[in-house]
């Protein structure tokens, strides 16, 4: 059910977006009308949240079982210290295709009245709020100029980034997402001596209900995008390889690499920001993986120009890994929930050139007869399928390969593929099916289709 605005995009990018989904490739395969349906429908989907949350399951520290029935408990304990705690079940159950996957659905949009008193949050803790989050002081923007802790507040917001912090009204574009109890004064939130930190308010009413996941289970349960988890497995890491993630921040499939070798062998990790990096390392050690190295290092330089060097950390000499996952920085306009971006047409059109610097330093480092996998989480033509249609121009020792699973849709016409090479990529588009999942498909459906926005291929290097 739609009941937010479309994303908000600046006029030239949602005109650039029409000229992707109204290709004419798109147009000779769907016709015109079924191909502005699917775009209008792309701009609706993507302001509102997918109608499930996914969990990554620990499974080489426990059976998947074990863990489902382990938040299971801990989730029920969340709820009891709610006044809704009656009304409330929790439904986990496993992925039928991928073994450590759990999924519960998110119950919303709910019919919750609004408040007299409000509050103003970014439009990114105004996303994570959407899946589940309590609001972190960080996120909030404006509040009532009594507001004391205690105080049961309607929480909204800000469309287009126009609210200013410390705000005691706001009039600009906004969106009601739920009512909360204010844990902090107003003037702790806004202390100018010393950053407020922690929750600041705490939802008790969320349009969307799905269950906080602070501090549950942390080294058994962890919050992914299922098409996040879908790329560890395309990529197949076998014990013993070593394997490279190239652009690895925050970690989640650095990590998962990582478990699903059974964590035997070497998982290289890379990433310019040095608070990145720690953060990747505090992962792996939450989740008890020791075959995780990360490095703070520009991977676009990440080969070495000896190649007889020996070294463990970056640059790599030529042919050094097994695998390389190219999980590439992008536009990211395939986020879910998105009610709004400021982005300019030139910014989100700036990523391709680094992207192709970062598939030859990839193509470089793979052995012959490893495997390539490029994603982003994004939903252009520019950063998917004609970074493919490129690549193999530019690489002749590439090909494309089927994907296990494959449960997304096949790749977008638009840029000179042929047919059979399309249904070798993975695209998540929720745009296809969002009707559909509105209705009554089962939830293991609606799990494989609304998803966020997002792109899967994967090359042989011969």
Request: proline letters at 8%; hydrophobic letters at 40%; charged letters at 20%.
């Amino acid at each position: 059910m739609s009941i937010f605005p479309r994303i908000s995009l600046k006029p030239e990018v949602t005109e650039y977006l029409k000229s992707v989904f109204l290709n004419k490739e798109v147009l000779t395969a769907v016709g015109h009308q079924e191909a502005e349906h699917r775009f209008h429908k792309l701009l609706s989907c993507l302001s509102h949240p997918p109608s499930y949350t996914c969990v990554r399951a620990s499974t080489h520290l426990a059976p998947l079982e074990e863990i489902r029935q382990q938040l299971a408990e801990e989730l029920r304990k969340q709820l009891m210290c709610s006044s809704l705690a009656e009304e409330v079940s929790v439904q986990i159950l496993p992925h039928p295709r991928i073994a450590d996957v759990l999924i519960l659905p998110v119950e919303g949009p709910r019919p919750v009245k609004q408040l007299g008193s409000e509050v103003v949050v970014g439009a990114q803790c105004g996303g994570a709020v959407l899946r589940g989050a309590h609001v972190f002081a960080p996120g909030i923007l404006g509040s009532p100029k009594y507001m004391k802790a205690g105080d049961l507040v309607s929480v909204f917001s800000d469309l287009e980034g126009k609210c200013t912090r410390g705000a005691t009204s706001f009039q600009g574009k906004k969106v009601f997402v739920g009512n909360g109890v204010a844990e902090m004064d107003r003037s702790t939130i806004f202390c100018t001596d010393e950053p407020a930190r922690g929750i600041g308010i705490r939802m008790v009413e969320p349009l969307y209900r799905s269950p906080s996941f602070d501090g549950v289970l942390p080294s058994l349960a962890f919050l992914q995008n299922l098409p996040s988890v879908v790329v560890g497995h395309v990529l197949g890491p076998r014990p013993g390889e070593r394997i490279l993630d190239m652009c690895a921040a925050p970690g989640g499939k650095t990590c998962h690499i990582a478990a699903l070798m059974g964590d035997q062998g070497e998982v290289v990790a890379l990433d310019r920001i040095r608070n990145k990096i720690d953060r990747i390392r505090q992962n792996a050690q939450m989740l008890h993986l020791q075959s995780v190295k990360a490095h703070c290092f520009n991977s676009t330089l990440s080969v070495s120009s000896d190649p007889a060097q020996e070294t463990e950390g970056p640059p790599f000499p030529p042919e050094s890994f097994d695998r390389v996952l190219l999980d590439a920085p992008c536009s990211g306009l395939g986020q879910r929930p998105n009610m709004g971006s400021t982005w300019s047409l030139k910014e989100i059109c700036s990523y391709q050139p680094l992207q192709r610097k970062l598939f030859h330093a990839a193509v470089r480092l793979l052995k012959k007869g490893g495997v390539l996998v490029y994603s982003t989480c994004t939903v252009t033509l520019a950063e998917n399928e004609e970074q493919v249609a490129w690549a193999l121009d530019t690489f002749p020792c590439l090909s494309l390969v089927p994907q296990e699973p494959h449960i997304g849709a096949e790749g977008m016409p638009g840029a000179g593929l042929p047919p059979e090479q399309l249904r070798l990529l993975q695209r998540f588009s929720p745009e296809l099916s969002w009707e559909q999942t509105e209705i009554t498909a089962p939830l293991p459906c609606r799990a494989d289709s609304d998803t966020i926005g997002f792109f899967i291929a994967k090359f042989l290097k011969n």
